[in-house]
């Protein structure tokens, strides 16, 4: 009995936790900040996407192939940008492993390549290998590759878009910083596990962190990270819970040249539960110029990149499946003090650049070398409906047209102003009926002037359809607009929080 005592105390000790990537990251903070060196042949260093892509992982020699767990692991091969190799260490309850780089575990396709240029190099990241849609097909359901990104999906959803470890001074004029995962470790799952536990060492410049992700497949994937930050010098801005996405187009704002998709995005909207319990909903935008936005929220209950409508009519693509896409929705663990919600909208010309950033930037900051300790839970999911108030109504779609009055012979008149066109829905609404309308509250910023508002029963969902006009006074400034509906002092709604953005205006 004492020797099987002994055995489980030394089980215990040899543990790996959350404490001992904590431990690397103070003392590679106490460490002038060394930059990774490439170690890629021009071979590799300067190949094409296409040829990257080519290179792909053998099935039969994912990690735990063998082995009796729904759970496999497939590595990326370095090449193109990703020239730095990342550490990746098996974890069991009494031992810690490298998992050492082996060529043999790629299948390279047609590609030619010198024997020698694989010698010597490592691994760029890894993906997870779990059956979520098939009892006996292996799916990728996350993927951890470049800086601090990882994305990952739930049953029936396609990959769109990431989230990141950390983000530091993001759209500042400083420039941004974008922090890295150096080394993880990832726990070998047991035949009944349900879950996957990677943890991960952050390096950069100005800071270094350590991570614990804990992974549940099924319809929605849930991701449990932990996290503590240090800080080797200072910084005007630390981004925590990181999203990043794609917007290029929607009806609200359609493409300069026609398509046959009337949208194209990973995510539409920036919703957020703030700590008094108000929900917001803010629709994106692809700008001419970038846009910075905020929202001060003490103790914030929840915020996410979303994309609400999932019709496939919404987007029309039978090869990039936007209506498949995940919403990313954080969920903070306990208190995260007073802080901002800060949204990113960059201007680009197409869908390969992720041009969208949220996160959770806290107003007071670690002094050096003490840690920043935050949790959250990240939920992957396509049930937008959980994602709002639920007895409340919420923005289904945002439209925009040209200001317009129908005169009395019914031809309708430009008369140089905006429109606005809100659709709201939800079990707040279907109460009401049309001879009891709800109220709108609306306020508009000082660049722009509210000449109508008006509110209609939308006989097709069962929801009101609020229209403003509006005209801009100096087009080349943006507009902020907000609206909600309401019965007397009671909201009925979430609130649609808007900026019309600079130079999209015709209006004076």
Same mark, same amino acid.
């Given at each position: ?76 091969? !370095?090449?193109? &940008? ?11 309850? =009494? =031992? ?35 059956? %979520? ?52 470790? %990832? ?25 614990? $992700? =804990?992974? *549940? ?10 996290? *503590? ?19 290029? $187009? ?7 040249? !026609?398509? $046959? ?41 929840? $915020? ?41 909208? %960059? ?9 969208i950033a949220a996160f959770w930037t806290p107003d007071k900051l670690p002094e050096q070398g003490q840690p920043l300790e935050f949790a959250y839970r990240m939920h992957w999911t396509r049930d937008e409906?959980?994602? &709002? ?32 066109? %809100? ?20 306020s508009v910023g000082d660049n722009a002037r509210l000449i109508a508002n008006s509110l209609r029963y939308n006989p097709a969902s069962k929801g009101w359809r609020l229209t403003l006009r509006i005209k ?37």
């Amino acid at each position: 009995m004492a020797s099987i005592a002994l055995l489980l105390c030394t089980a215990q000790v040899q543990a790996f936790s959350l404490d001992d990537v904590a431990a690397k990251a103070r003392a590679l903070g106490e460490k002038n900040y060394s930059a990774p060196a490439s170690n890629l042949s021009a071979e590799f260093r300067e190949m094409p996407f296409a040829d990257y892509q080519k290179i792909q992982p053998r099935p039969e020699k994912f990690e735990w192939s063998e082995r009796d767990t729904p759970f496999k692991l497939g590595f990326y091969h !370095q090449g193109m &940008h990703f020239n730095t190799p990342v550490k990746i260490n098996e974890v069991t309850a =009494t =031992t810690v492993t490298e998992i050492k780089y082996d060529p043999e575990r790629f299948d390279f396709g047609d590609l030619k390549l010198d024997q020698q240029s694989t010698q010597n190099i490592g691994y760029a990241g890894f993906r997870v290998i779990y059956p %979520i849609n098939q009892k006996n097909k292996q799916d990728e359901i996350m993927s951890m590759l470049g800086a601090s990104y990882f994305r990952v999906i739930g049953k029936g959803q396609v990959y769109g878009l990431s989230a990141r470890g950390l983000a530091i001074d993001t759209a500042l004029p400083s420039g941004e910083e974008f922090p890295y995962f150096r080394e993880f470790w %990832i726990e070998r799952p047991k035949p009944q596990d349900k879950h996957l536990v990677i943890f991960a060492l952050l390096d950069s410049p100005r800071a270094t962190g350590a991570y614990r $992700f =804990t992974l *549940r497949p099924g319809k929605n994937a849930v991701v449990d990270v932990q996290a *503590r930050v240090y800080l080797r010098t200072a910084v005007d801005e630390l981004g925590l819970a990181p999203l990043t996405s794609m917007f290029l $187009f929607d009806p609200k704002q359609p493409p300069r040249q !026609q398509s $046959f998709r009337p949208a194209l995005h990973d995510s539409n909207g920036l919703a957020i539960h703030a700590g008094n319990g108000e929900w917001l909903w803010r629709p994106l935008n692809n700008p001419k110029h970038l846009a910075v936005s905020s929202w001060q929220v003490e103790n914030p209950k929840g $915020f996410g990149l979303l994309q609400r409508g999932r019709e496939f009519s919404r987007y029309e693509d039978l090869d990039d499946r936007y209506d498949l896409r995940p919403s990313a929705w954080i969920e903070p663990k306990g208190d995260w003090g007073k802080g901002r919600i800060k949204l990113v909208e %960059i201007p680009t010309q197409d869908e390969t650049n992720d041009n969208i950033a949220a996160f959770w930037t806290p107003d007071k900051l670690p002094e050096q070398g003490q840690p920043l300790e935050f949790a959250y839970r990240m939920h992957w999911t396509r049930d937008e409906q959980a994602l &709002h108030q639920p007895d409340n109504a919420w923005v289904a779609q945002t439209l925009r047209a040209v200001g317009e009055d129908k005169q009395a012979n019914l031809i309708r008149e430009l008369d140089d102003s905006i429109a606005l066109l %809100i659709d709201f829905e939800g079990p707040a609404l279907a109460k009401l009926t049309q001879d009891t309308p709800p109220s709108s509250q609306v306020s508009v910023g000082d660049n722009a002037r509210l000449i109508a508002n008006s509110l209609r029963y939308n006989p097709a969902s069962k929801g009101w359809r609020l229209t403003l006009r509006i005209k801009v006074k100096d087009p080349a400034q943006p507009v902020e607009m907000r609206a909600a509906l309401v019965d007397g002092e009671q909201p009925l709604s979430e609130t649609w929080s808007y900026q019309l953005p600079a130079d999209t205006a015709s209006s004076r």
